[in-house]
C-alpha cells in the first residue's frame, strides 16, 4: 500500500474512533423523551410524569383569583359635599346694619381661602373655631350663621369650596396622566378616576389595577373591572391605584420556533397558543409526541391529578402532550399553561440518527479529500 495511502487509513480509522468515544455528546437541544421519562417516580425519580388528557386539562385548570374583597365591594360612595380636612373654603358675609362687625351693608365681607385643618376646624373672625369637616357647606353656613347672630343683626353668610375635596386619590403606573386626583362628585368611583387619570395606557388584555388602602391591598383585572359593574367600586381619601401590566411568564426551550422567556399576553393561555407564540414546533427537528411541559403542582391540585390522598407539600409533575394522538390538538388547546412552567420540545428521533451519521461522515469525507490532496 503506498505510503499516502496507509495515511489516510490510519486518519479515518482514528477519526471513527473518536465519533464512537463522543457520539454521547453530540450536539442536542436538550434530553430526548426516554431521558424525561427515566426521571418519573416508576423509575426511581422524583417526578410525576402525567400524559395529558380531558380530565387532567379539567383539573388543572387554575387561573388567578383577582377581584376585590369584602370591605372594598361594600364601601360606599363618598358625599362630595362633605368638607373635609384639607378643603379650602371660602366665605362671604353681608351685614344689614352701617357699620357692622366685619364690614357695611353696602359692601360684603370676603373671607377667602379659609383652610381647614388637620383636625377639621377653621377659624372665622367673631365666631371663633368651627368644626368645618363633616358638614356640608349648608350646614356650615348655618352655624357661623347662629355664631355671628349674637354679634350683628341677621347677618347672610355664604360658604363654598375652593378648591375641591380634601379627599384625593394617587394613580400612578400605565395610565395617561399619573398625579393626585380629588374625588369629585364626577370622580367617586375608580373607572370614572381611571378616565380622569387618561385612561389606561397598557393593553386591556394584560392589564391589572391595584388599590391599597391603609394596609389593604386588592387587584382585579381591567377586563373584569369593565365586564362587571359591581367591580367598580367606591373611592377613599388616601387611596393608592396602581395599573401595571401581568408580570406572569413562561419559558419555551427546545425544538421550537424560537426559544425565551414570554410574558403572558392575555389571562389564560393555552399550550398551543403558548407554541405559537414562540413560532409554533421547528418542522426539521421536534417530535410531536414529545411535549413537555415541567411545573411545580400545590398539593391540592396534584392529590387530584395523581388520585392519590398520600401527597404532602409541592410536587414536581411533567404533563407529556402527543399532538399526534386522536384528541392531542384539543388537549393542547384546553391545557392552561401556568405562570413559571417550563415548555419543552424535544428532537424526533431521526435528528439524533442525521446527526450521528453526519459525525460519522464528515471525517470520512475529510479524509477522502486529504487523499485526493496527497494523491493529486
Known amino acids: 500500500m503506498p505510503p499516502a495511502n496507509k495515511f489516510a487509513g490510519r486518519a479515518i480509522a482514528l477519526m471513527l474512533a473518536f465519533v464512537l468515544v463522543s457520539g454521547c455528546t453530540l450536539p442536542r437541544s436538550g434530553p430526548d423523551r426516554n431521558e424525561i421519562l427515566a426521571g418519573g417516580t416508576t423509575r426511581g425519580g422524583d417526578t410525576f410524569i402525567v400524559p395529558v388528557d380531558g380530565n387532567v386539562t379539567r383539573a388543572v385548570a387554575l387561573t388567578p383569583a383577582l377581584g376585590f374583597t369584602s370591605d372594598f365591594l361594600t364601601a360606599g360612595e363618598v358625599g362630595s359635599d362633605v368638607i373635609r380636612a384639607g378643603d379650602v373654603l371660602g366665605l362671604t358675609v353681608w351685614e344689614n346694619v352701617d357699620a357692622g362687625i366685619l ?12 383652610q381647614v385643618d388637620g383636625k377639621g376646624l377653621i377659624f372665622v373672625p367673631y365666631a371663633g373655631q368651627i368644626r368645618a369637616a363633616g358638614q356640608t357647606p349648608e350646614q356650615l353656613r348655618q352655624e357661623i350663621t347662629g355664631r355671628l347672630e349674637t354679634q350683628t343683626p341677621d347677618p347672610q353668610v355664604l360658604v363654598r369650596r375652593l378648591a375641591g375635596d380634601g379627599s384625593t386619590v394617587s394613580i400612578v403606573g400605565g395610565v395617561g396622566a399619573q398625579g393626585v386626583y380629588p374625588i369629585e362628585r364626577p370622580t367617586r368611583s375608580l373607572t370614572a378616576m381611571l378616565a380622569r387619570a387618561g385612561g389606561v395606557t ?23 373591572l369593565y365586564r362587571d359593574s359591581s367591580l367598580d367600586i367606591a373611592l377613599r381619601g388616601g387611596d393608592r391605584i396602581l395599573v401595571e401590566e401581568d408580570t406572569r411568564s413562561f419559558t419555551a426551550i427546545g425544538a421550537t420556533g424560537g426559544q425565551a422567556r414570554v410574558p403572558f399576553s392575555s389571562q389564560n393561555i393555552s399550550a398551543i397558543e403558548a407554541l405559537a407564540q414562540v413560532g409554533g414546533l421547528n418542522s426539521n427537528l421536534a417530535d410531536p409526541t414529545g411535549i413537555f411541559i415541567l411545573r411545580n403542582e400545590p398539593e391540592s391540585i396534584a392529590k387530584i391529578v395523581l388520585a392519590r390522598d398520600d401527597i404532602i407539600g409541592t410536587q414536581r409533575v411533567v404533563y407529556i402532550l402527543d399532538l399526534t394522538a386522536p384528541n392531542g ?7 392552561l399553561v401556568r405562570d413559571q412552567d417550563t415548555i419543552y420540545v424535544t428532537e424526533a428521533p431521526f435528528v439524533r440518527f442525521n446527526k450521528a451519521l453526519g459525525a460519522f461522515l464528515g471525517p470520512i469525507n475529510s479524509a477522502a479529500s486529504i487523499d485526493s490532496l496527497v494523491n493529486g
Open 329 to 335: 390538538l384539543f388537549n393542547a388547546r384546553d391545557f
Open 103 to 114: 364690614g357695611t351693608a353696602s359692601v360684603p365681607t370676603p373671607i377667602e381661602e379659609v
Open 202 to 224: 397598557i393593553p386591556p388584555e394584560i392589564a391589572q389595577v391595584n388599590i391599597i388602602r391603609g394596609n389593604q391591598r386588592s387587584t382585579v383585572w381591567l377586563q373584569d
